[in-house]
């Protein structure tokens, strides 16, 4: 787990936004009956919302150019893969003009539990929400990412994982009172 630090109070509304907004998106826009009945997860929203971690993202090192942008799965994976690092993948806290977006993305995580963004620039701290993935066999080669994968998704929300797929880096997501999302 990262200690250190909490982080500055616009880190964390922008991490209590993107909760929100997890947990929002978490609702069945229908009633599901027993057809999810034995599921690990109801929805990539869930399992985040189950899994995840809040993860602190810094700069990346010096000298380090970012990876092609749109392509933050297969970013995430070759720079975890060739650096020894964790693949993570979940949701971040993009700007625009005046506006926080909430966009599916990936990036990586040290074993300490700090995070790196190979893909988006540098602008300061922002949110950032996902499961990190310890399992390379899990890992994006190209295209979409675990949560992003109809077919990864699909067995993932019936199965889970395998002990050990996840690693348990980052600060843990805190149940908001009565959220049953998170419980």
């Given at each position: 787990?990262?200690?250190?630090?909490?982080?500055?109070?616009?880190?964390?509304?922008?991490?209590?936004?993107?909760?929100?907004?997890?947990?929002?998106?978490?609702?069945?826009?229908?009633?599901?009956?027993?057809?999810?009945?034995?599921?690990a997860y109801r929805s990539p929203?869930?399992?985040?919302?189950?899994?995840?971690?809040?993860?602190?993202?810094?700069?990346?090192?010096?000298?380090?150019?970012?990876?092609?942008?749109?392509?933050?799965?297969?970013?995430?994976?070759?720079?975890?893969?060739?650096?020894?690092?964790?693949?993570?993948?979940?949701?971040?806290?993009?700007?625009?003009?005046?506006?926080?977006?909430?966009?599916?993305?990936?990036?990586?995580?040290?074993?300490?539990?700090?995070?790196?963004?190979?893909?988006?620039?540098?602008?300061?701290?922002?949110?950032?929400?996902?499961?990190?993935?310890a399992d390379p066999g899990l890992?994006?080669?190209?295209?979409?990412g675990l949560l992003q994968n109809?077919?990864?998704?699909?067995?993932?929300?019936?199965?889970?994982?395998?002990?050990?797929?996840?690693?348990?880096?980052?600060?843990?997501?805190?149940?908001?009172?009565?959220?049953?999302?998170?419980?």
């Amino acid at each position: 787990m990262t200690n250190g630090a909490l982080p500055d109070a616009s880190l964390l509304a922008g991490e209590e936004g993107l909760l929100r907004y997890l947990r929002q998106m978490s609702q069945p826009p229908f009633e599901t009956g027993d057809r999810l009945t034995g599921w690990a997860y109801r929805s990539p929203y869930h399992l985040l919302l189950t899994e995840g971690r809040r993860h602190d993202v810094k700069p990346l090192p010096d000298g380090t150019a970012t990876m092609p942008a749109r392509r933050c799965y297969e970013n995430a994976a070759l720079y975890a893969r060739s650096e020894g690092f964790l693949y993570a993948e979940g949701f971040a806290q993009a700007f625009a003009d005046d506006d926080n977006l909430f966009l599916s993305h990936a990036w990586v995580v040290r074993r300490d539990g700090t995070a790196l963004d190979p893909t988006w620039e540098w602008e300061g701290p922002r949110a950032y929400v996902g499961i990190t993935v310890a399992d390379p066999g899990l890992w994006p080669y190209a295209g979409g990412g675990l949560l992003q994968n109809f077919d990864h998704t699909l067995s993932l929300l019936r199965e889970g994982f395998r002990p050990g797929a996840l690693a348990d880096v980052g600060r843990p997501l805190l149940p908001a009172p009565g959220d049953a999302a998170l419980q």
